[in-house]
Nanobody, 114 residues
């Protein structure tokens, strides 16, 4: 199983970005998939996750601003981030839980700054 995350970059406060996570070796739709982030000097934290049945869960800071989705045909997951704030600056990682194994993407840096 391999995950490749991309789509990060520099964005102004209030702007939007869409991160992508492409998976190979397994079907995203058959596993729990999540986005985490790690800001400088802080622990990695859960942003959002989508379960096999399609239900989702969001951290409080992400509710109303971030949306997780999957394109099963492309075996790719997305994180749409709107109304970005400087405190959203972090490296964002996608994670896939396959049975009892956890796989991580390489991370993509999101910088929110004017």
């Amino acid at each position: 199983v391999q995950l490749q995350a991309f789509g990060g970059g520099l964005v102004q406060p209030g702007g939007s970005l869409r991160l992508s996570c492409a998976a190979t070796g397994t079907a995203l739709s058959l596993n729990t998939m999540a986005w985490y982030r790690q800001a400088p000097g802080k622990q990695r934290e859960l942003v959002t996750q989508v379960f096999v049945g399609g239900s989702t869960d969001y951290a409080d800071f992400a509710k109303g601003r971030f949306t997780i989705s999957r394109d099963n045909a492309k075996n790719t997951a997305y994180l749409q981030m709107n109304s970005l704030k400087p405190e959203d600056t972090a490296v964002y990682y996608c994670m896939l839980l396959v049975v009892r194994s956890v796989y991580w993407g390489q991370g993509t840096l999101v910088t929110v700054s004017s």
